[in-house]
């Protein structure tokens, strides 16, 4: 894998427009291209396409979209943007935060109207660090489900998607422009790819151990949930041109994913009053801080593992997610009537699981926070039946990467950006700050889709200009 010099290179052919990766951001830089009238091309290292969009949740977070003006919802671009930055303590700047918060929404409208894509507004339940009701997905909320949809708009607008075609190496002129790309097929034959501009859509490094050990070593241990093809592809072909990084140690963590079946539990019932116990009984921390930076908390407990703890009420929210009904089905979700039977069933020591219930009801009814900062309402207590889930912290996918301007184009170590290459999702930097504590629900797919199609706008205007 190199940057190499395009004199005298003649390609086997040539597309205006060349996508890296067909997961949501090339998907939807693809279809943005097309819009624009440009011809596209989208090259995919995997057989069947599906990346990190099809591991998550399929949720993306947008304010003043059709759906939530029809939900009655007041919304808007600054105050999304001020939850954003908020959630990473004021790291992420404010600029970078407003562009993706003012695209969202037209994008999600764009996506819906243009290219029948279904969404619908998750109204039951609000994650940590939204104070709005502003997540969109699939009704089943997987994200398989939204890389079907999209790989089907880019099928009806007639965009070509070529699979199995590993991208080796980038073609790049004296200027800095590249001029093409070089790819590997299946069966070890090379082929030459000219374009007059590239979207770098490959996703970030949490397939490559040895830059996720380089750049967040406090995560290096705990199981990778995330795509296996995610290697660093975008960050190592992008230092290679003078481009610019930032903020590479932020990821999205998961603190409950079930053990040993790694599939996510929503954090859904830990909004429902949920709570986390490791393996002697004990809650470790505040758990309405976020799923992400859990994923290290949870590692970090005896035997890497904990236990999610939650009732009706939580189950009722999770059942919408069709990873938790998978979760039921094989079996790893642990019910209970009583503490003592919660005990049982989970092999935790009932004295310590009934002294965590009861200093919980104590901070409920003086209405102060409890010893972690977390503040439990009386209609938060946990009611049999108590339902039970082995989980453990897992990384999910990386957020920092290339730095890219308000049009999605990569820029160098000096601000200025190159000539004609663009980055969205994983390949870029991301709004979550720089580690985990700053992931607020959603950014990976916010940046996705956002900054994908602002690269594919931006690949066609470059592409027209020649």
Request: charged share 20%; hydrophobic share 40%; glycine share 12%.
């Given at each position: 894998?190199?940057v190499l010099?395009?004199?005298?290179v003649?390609f086997?052919?040539?597309?205006?427009?060349?996508?890296?990766?067909?997961g949501a951001?090339?998907?939807?830089a693809?279809?943005?291209a097309h819009d624009e009238?440009?011809?596209?091309?989208?090259l995919e290292?995997?057989?069947?396409?599906?990346?990190s969009?099809s591991?998550?949740?399929?949720?993306i977070?947008?304010?003043?979209?059709?759906?939530?003006?029809?939900?009655?919802i007041?919304?808007?671009?600054?105050?999304?943007?001020?939850?954003?930055v908020?959630?990473?303590?004021?790291?992420?700047?404010?600029?970078?935060?407003?562009?993706?918060a003012r695209?969202?929404?037209?994008?999600i409208?764009w996506?819906?109207d243009?290219?029948?894509?279904?969404?619908?507004?998750?109204?039951?339940?609000?994650?940590?660090?939204?104070s709005r009701?502003r997540?969109?997905?699939?009704?089943?909320?997987?994200g398989?489900?939204?890389?079907?949809?999209?790989?089907?708009?880019?099928?009806?607008?007639?965009?070509?998607l070529v699979?199995?075609?590993?991208?080796?190496?980038?073609?790049?002129?004296?200027s800095?422009?590249v001029?093409g790309?070089?790819?590997?097929?299946?069966?070890?034959?090379?082929?030459?790819?000219?374009?007059q501009?590239?979207?770098?859509?490959?996703?970030g490094f949490?397939?490559?151990?040895?830059?996720?050990?380089?750049y967040?070593?406090e995560?290096?241990?705990?199981?990778?949930?995330?795509?296996?093809?995610?290697?660093?592809d975008?960050?190592?072909?992008g230092l290679?041109?003078?481009?610019?990084?930032?903020?590479?140690g932020?990821?999205?963590?998961?603190g409950?994913?079930a053990?040993?079946h790694?599939l996510?539990?929503?954090w859904?019932v830990?909004?429902?009053?949920g709570?986390?116990?490791?393996?002697?009984?004990?809650?470790f921390s505040?758990?309405?801080r976020?799923?992400?930076?859990?994923?290290?908390?949870?590692?970090?407990?005896?035997?890497?593992?904990?236990w999610?703890?939650?009732?009706?009420?939580?189950?009722?929210?999770?059942?919408?997610f069709?990873?938790?009904?998978?979760?039921?089905?094989?079996?790893?979700?642990?019910?209970?009537?009583?503490?003592?039977?919660?005990?049982?069933?989970?092999?935790?020591?009932f004295?310590?699981?009934?002294?965590?219930?009861?200093?919980?009801e104590?901070?409920?009814?003086?209405?102060q926070?409890d010893?972690?900062?977390r503040q439990?309402?009386?209609?938060?207590?946990?009611?049999?039946?108590?339902y039970?889930?082995?989980v453990n912290?897992?990384?999910?996918?990386t957020?920092?990467?290339l730095v890219v301007?308000?049009?999605a184009r990569?820029?160098?170590?000096?601000?200025m950006p190159?000539?004609?290459l663009m980055?969205?999702?994983g390949?870029a930097?991301?709004v979550?700050g720089d580690?985990?504590?700053?992931?607020?629900?959603g950014?990976?797919?916010?940046a996705?889709t956002?900054?994908?199609?602002l690269?594919g706008?931006?690949?066609?205007?470059?592409?027209?200009?020649?």
């Amino acid at each position: 894998m190199a940057v190499l010099s395009a004199s005298g290179v003649e390609f086997d052919f040539e597309v205006p427009v060349v996508v890296i990766g067909a997961g949501a951001c090339g998907l939807v830089a693809a279809l943005a291209a097309h819009d624009e009238g440009q011809e596209v091309l989208v090259l995919e290292r995997d057989e069947n396409p599906t990346g990190s969009t099809s591991l998550s949740a399929g949720l993306i977070p947008a304010p003043c979209t059709r759906l939530q003006k029809q939900a009655g919802i007041d919304d808007s671009p600054e105050l999304f943007a001020a939850d954003l930055v908020a959630k990473t303590h004021d790291h992420t700047p404010h600029d970078q935060a407003l562009v993706l918060a003012r695209n969202a929404g037209p994008m999600i409208d764009w996506l819906m109207d243009a290219h029948n894509i279904e969404f619908e507004l998750v109204t039951g339940f609000l994650y940590p660090g939204h104070s709005r009701l502003r997540m969109h997905g699939p009704k089943s909320r997987t994200g398989a489900d939204l890389e079907q949809a999209l790989l089907a708009a880019v099928s009806n607008a007639g965009i070509d998607l070529v699979t199995g075609a590993s991208v080796e190496d980038l073609y790049v002129d004296g200027s800095g422009r590249v001029t093409g790309v070089r790819f590997c097929r299946p069966d070890g034959a090379l082929e030459t790819l000219g374009c007059q501009s590239l979207v770098l859509a490959c996703s970030g490094f949490a397939g490559d151990a040895e830059m996720v050990r380089q750049y967040i070593p406090e995560i290096a241990d705990a199981e990778c949930c995330g795509h296996l093809s995610n290697t660093g592809d975008a960050v190592k072909w992008g230092l290679e041109l003078g481009a610019a990084v930032a903020d590479m140690g932020a990821y999205q963590g998961h603190g409950s994913v079930a053990h040993p079946h790694s599939l996510p539990l929503t954090w859904a019932v830990i909004t429902k009053g949920g709570v986390l116990l490791n393996t002697e009984g004990r809650r470790f921390s505040n758990e309405m801080r976020g799923y992400s930076e859990h994923g290290s908390e949870v590692a970090a407990q005896p035997g890497h593992v904990a236990w999610d703890i939650f009732d009706a009420a939580g189950e009722e929210a999770a059942m919408g997610f069709y990873d938790y009904r998978e979760i039921r089905k094989l079996g790893a979700v642990k019910t209970a009537n009583t503490l003592e039977e919660l005990a049982a069933v989970t092999g935790l020591p009932f004295d310590a699981v009934k002294a965590e219930f009861d200093a919980i009801e104590a901070a409920a009814r003086s209405r102060q926070p409890d010893r972690f900062g977390r503040q439990f309402s009386e209609e938060q207590l946990l009611k049999p039946p108590f339902y039970a889930v082995k989980v453990n912290g897992a990384l999910f996918h990386t957020q920092g990467g290339l730095v890219v301007d308000a049009e999605a184009r990569v820029l160098r170590d000096d601000g200025m950006p190159l000539p004609n290459l663009m980055a969205g999702g994983g390949a870029a930097r991301g709004v979550s700050g720089d580690s985990n504590y700053g992931y607020l629900s959603g950014n990976g797919l916010l940046a996705a889709t956002t900054f994908g199609r602002l690269a594919g706008i931006s690949a066609a205007r470059i592409a027209a200009q020649g």
